[in-house]
């Protein structure tokens, strides 16, 4: 498992990026996506990077990470194939969720999981395309490993990331 970058930051102004509910018992947490160039905020809770390679032009100090999990994002193989092409985001969908069941990175999964019991979690992502980008898979995965329902298969795109 790779967790590196340990941070605290200090955020600034009030953008809110995609979320969904991760509810634990009677406390309902947030699980959200949040492109690395948008500003950090107070409600950003823990931030974590969930692309293999690092957002063009975004400094570290800028990022305000809390760690980086390049281990939990899709393998070099798949990325490269999906190309951010939309056309083939069911196919890129189908075969990362297969990638997340893989040992290291279900363990990955487990602790964000357990995070956003704690507080909100944010994933970051660098990729243009916010409707078509690991990080809406792996939130919709990471607030099903705590229990919440997935949306039907293919309804993604048209509710947009992580159900909302």
């Not at 996506?33 to 390679?53: F, M, S």
């Not at 990325?79 to 990955?108: C, K, M, Q």
Request: with cysteine; hydrophobic share 30%; glycine share 8%.
């Amino acid at each position: 498992m790779t967790e590196t970058g340990e941070k605290k930051r200090a955020g600034k102004g009030h953008t809110m990026g995609h979320q969904t509910a991760v509810t634990e018992g009677s406390a309902t947490r947030r699980v959200r996506i949040k492109r690395a160039y948008e500003p950090a905020t107070d409600d950003d809770g823990y931030r974590v990077l969930v692309d293999r390679l690092w957002p063009r032009g975004v400094s570290k100090d800028k990022a305000h990470l809390d760690t980086w999990m390049k281990d939990i994002a899709p393998s070099t193989e798949l990325r490269r194939w999906f190309g951010h092409d939309p056309a083939r985001w069911d196919e890129f969908e189908r075969r990362y969720r297969v990638e997340l069941t893989e040992p290291e990175r279900r363990d990955l999964v487990e602790v964000l999981a357990e995070r956003a019991i704690h507080g909100p979690v944010t994933l970051i992502y660098g990729a243009r395309d916010t409707l078509h980008n690991e990080a809406v898979v792996l939130c919709v995965v990471v607030s099903a490993a705590r229990g919440c329902a997935r949306p039907p298969h293919g309804t993604i795109k048209e509710t947009g990331p992580c159900g909302t």
